[in-house]
């Protein structure tokens, strides 16, 4: 397998320059063959097609490694999965979580449930083991490994053998995915299906229109209904499969037809069996204001992908820079009509017109595309310095990066230091719920699908910042029981309960929860 810069510059340019299946013309590959000086001595000592998939065993082990038995409270939206599991497996209704909606807290959950794909992922895990969150978030590893595959064939024809195992160990060494591993979330099941829906839509775009590609759209439709199905958001594919053939043909082609009317056709029957994404609808607000706010939280959350451990001015620093390369390699992708650049142009603008603030989980799905970018874009510099200029760029990035995963991965999980569902104190909590609350009781706490999935019992949760006679107003509109104090509850339970301290009285604490009863009546009076 040895090849000399020109064999590979002639390989490499056979390809269809076109943004869809590939990136791959003569001054990029020159780029890349001026990164590999060597190429034929060093493609004589490294078979980097064994190297990468190697690479990928070893990452995709290590992700399971390590997974806790808990959960923390922080993301309850586990708790909510894991209750549509659990309907799904036992015949229940499936938007039944035990969750009261309120008007001030709109994002905690969408009034009619989540979507139902990760779900029913998680369904055969509950049905087998019962209440095992080590054994959900083994599948949710697992999920991961899939995606980490499916990303190594989708990335090939864009970089040089060696650069797609640069690629490869920045996004699967990644701390920010590192971080999330030990997590019950929908990210790494929609990184799996979105990731495999642009290689399914990469070959069916490949040769003239027949019943091999007919079937390619078939499944690009379901691939691209599991992406909208395992996040609400996962449309943003849909819509730039829509925006790439139509740059690259014109005109709506058959395959783009009939992959939509599949992806159409299962959503309604989604929104008629399950759920629909009417609660995400009407939690949306959109302004000018809210948008500048997000580009800017946004901004500060993609830093952290570039997190160190020792130094916040080195960590944006390098974000600035890299993110530098990042756009020089969007502009070039976003002119050749890549899916995958409109997909991160219309996913970035849900995101940032949606509302509400989810930090770094919100970029988590395109991360692998940005870090993709990021390796295009140096290429791209290099094109344009002599070649001991494009070797010291290369090298002093080479470093900084590594530094910064070097300091990052060893990092502490930012999860250790939070209340966890496995806590003592949680324990006694959920046991004290079940054995001195009635099961037509509503709880008031600021994660309430935990407490409904260990105690049973229906919850509801405040807005971070209402007012004391707003909160009081709830309570008495939904007949709320108990409210529930910790000290990294948000201010409106504080407010809530020195306010009208008189309508309350303690029945339990413990280290890290207090719990409050509503006395009956008073609360009623005190509102009108």
């Given at each position: 397998?040895?090849?000399?810069?020109?064999?590979?510059?002639?390989?490499?340019?056979?390809?269809?320059?076109?943004?869809?299946?590939?990136?791959?013309?003569?001054?990029?590959?020159?780029?890349?063959?001026?990164?590999?000086?060597?190429?034929?001595?060093?493609?004589?000592?490294?078979?980097?097609?064994?190297?990468?998939?190697t690479?990928?065993?070893?990452?995709?082990?290590?992700?399971?490694?390590?997974?806790t038995?808990?959960?923390?409270?922080?993301?309850?939206?586990?708790?909510?999965?894991?209750?549509?599991?659990?309907?799904?497996?036992?015949?229940?209704?499936?938007?039944?979580?035990?969750?009261?909606?309120?008007?001030?807290?709109?994002?905690?959950?969408?009034?009619?449930?989540?979507?139902?794909?990760?779900?029913?992922?998680?369904?055969?895990?509950?049905?087998?083991?019962?209440?095992?969150?080590?054994?959900?978030?083994?599948?949710?590893?697992g999920?991961?490994?899939?995606?980490?595959?499916?990303?190594?064939?989708?990335?090939?024809?864009?970089?040089?053998?060696?650069?797609?195992?640069?690629?490869?160990?920045?996004?699967g060494?990644?701390?920010?995915?590192?971080?999330?591993?030990?997590?019950?979330?929908?990210?790494?099941?929609?990184?799996?299906?979105?990731?495999?829906?642009?290689?399914?839509?990469?070959?069916g775009?490949?040769?003239?229109?027949?019943?091999?590609?007919?079937?390619?759209?078939?499944?690009?439709?379901?691939v691209?209904?599991?992406?909208?199905?395992?996040?609400?958001?996962?449309?943003?594919?849909?819509?730039?499969?829509?925006?790439?053939?139509?740059?690259?043909?014109?005109?709506?082609?058959?395959?783009?037809?009939?992959?939509?009317?599949?992806?159409?056709?299962?959503?309604?029957?989604?929104?008629?069996?399950?759920?629909?994404?009417?609660?995400?609808?009407?939690?949306?607000?959109?302004?000018?204001?809210?948008?500048?706010?997000?580009?800017?939280?946004?901004?500060?959350?993609?830093?952290?992908?570039?997190?160190?451990?020792?130094?916040?001015?080195?960590?944006?620093g390098?974000?600035?820079?890299?993110?530098?390369?990042?756009?020089?390699?969007?502009?070039?992708?976003?002119?050749?009509?890549?899916?995958?650049?409109?997909?991160?142009?219309?996913?970035?603008?849900?995101?940032?017109?949606?509302?509400?603030q989810?930090?770094?989980?919100?970029?988590?799905?395109?991360?692998?595309?940005?870090?993709?970018?990021?390796?295009?874009?140096?290429?791209?510099?290099?094109?344009?310095?002599?070649?001991?200029?494009?070797?010291?760029?290369?090298?002093?990035?080479?470093?900084?990066?590594?530094?910064?995963y070097?300091?990052?991965?060893?990092?502490?999980?930012?999860?250790?230091?939070?209340?966890?569902?496995?806590?003592?104190?949680?324990?006694?909590?959920?046991?004290?719920?079940?054995?001195?609350?009635?099961?037509?009781?509503?709880?008031?706490?600021?994660?309430?699908?935990?407490?409904?999935?260990?105690?049973?019992?229906?919850?509801?949760?405040?807005?971070?910042?209402?007012?004391?006679?707003?909160?009081?107003?709830?309570?008495?509109?939904?007949?709320?029981?108990?409210?529930?104090?910790?000290?990294?509850?948000p201010?409106?339970?504080?407010?809530?309960?020195?306010?009208?301290?008189?309508?309350?009285?303690?029945?339990?604490?413990?280290?890290?929860?207090?719990v409050f009863?509503?006395?009956?009546?008073?609360?009623?009076?005190?509102?009108?």
């Amino acid at each position: 397998m040895l090849e000399n810069h020109e064999s590979q510059i002639s390989r490499l340019s056979a390809v269809p320059p076109s943004g869809y299946p590939s990136l791959a013309f003569k001054e990029r590959a020159r780029t890349w063959a001026t990164l590999q000086p060597d190429a034929d001595c060093l493609g004589a000592a490294v078979d980097f097609d064994w190297l990468t998939w190697t690479l990928v065993a070893i990452i995709a082990a290590s992700y399971f490694f390590g997974l806790t038995p808990g959960h923390v409270f922080v993301q309850d939206d586990f708790a909510a999965y894991v209750m549509h599991a659990a309907n799904i497996v036992e015949g229940h209704p499936y938007p039944d979580i035990h969750y009261v909606p309120n008007r001030e807290a709109p994002w905690v959950s969408p009034a009619n449930g989540y979507p139902p794909l990760y779900p029913l992922l998680l369904a055969p895990v509950y049905w087998q083991f019962g209440l095992d969150l080590r054994a959900m978030k083994m599948l949710t590893a697992g999920a991961f490994v899939i995606f980490l595959a499916a990303f190594t064939l989708w990335v090939k024809p864009l970089v040089s053998p060696a650069l797609r195992v640069v690629t490869l160990v920045l996004v699967g060494l990644s701390p920010a995915l590192w971080s999330y591993r030990d997590l019950i979330s929908s990210e790494f099941p929609y990184l799996m299906f979105s990731f495999v829906a642009l290689l399914v839509i990469r070959r069916g775009s490949e040769g003239a229109w027949g019943l091999r590609q007919a079937g390619w759209a078939l499944l690009a439709g379901l691939v691209l209904y599991a992406c909208y199905g395992t996040r609400t958001i996962g449309v943003a594919l849909s819509g730039a499969l829509i925006g790439a053939e139509l740059v690259r043909h014109r005109k709506p082609t058959r395959f783009l037809v009939l992959a939509l009317a599949v992806v159409a056709g299962l959503a309604i029957l989604q929104a008629v069996l399950l759920t629909s994404p009417k609660g995400y609808v009407e939690a949306a607000h959109f302004s000018a204001r809210s948008v500048l706010e997000n580009v800017v939280s946004y901004g500060k959350s993609l830093s952290h992908a570039w997190e160190n451990g020792f130094s916040k001015g080195a960590q944006g620093g390098l974000t600035v820079v890299l993110s530098g390369f990042a756009v020089v390699a969007f502009c070039r992708r976003i002119r050749q009509g890549s899916i995958e650049a409109f997909y991160l142009v219309i996913y970035l603008a849900i995101l940032l017109a949606w509302g509400a603030q989810i930090g770094m989980r919100g970029l988590l799905p395109v991360l692998p595309i940005y870090l993709t970018y990021v390796v295009l874009g140096i290429a791209a510099a290099v094109e344009h310095l002599q070649q001991p200029k494009g070797r010291a760029l290369v090298a002093a990035v080479a470093v900084c990066v590594a530094i910064t995963y070097f300091g990052g991965l060893p990092q502490r999980s930012w999860q250790a230091s939070l209340a966890n569902v496995n806590d003592a104190s949680a324990q006694e909590l959920f046991t004290f719920l079940r054995a001195q609350t009635q099961p037509s009781d509503l709880l008031l706490f600021s994660k309430p699908r935990s407490i409904a999935l260990f105690s049973g019992r229906t919850t509801a949760s405040l807005g971070p910042e209402e007012s004391a006679r707003e909160s009081m107003r709830f309570v008495r509109e939904k007949d709320v029981r108990f409210v529930i104090q910790a000290a990294w509850n948000p201010p409106a339970y504080a407010r809530l309960l020195s306010d009208d301290g008189a309508q309350f009285c303690e029945v339990f604490r413990n280290r890290d929860f207090q719990v409050f009863r509503v006395r009956a009546g008073q609360a009623r009076a005190n509102t009108q």
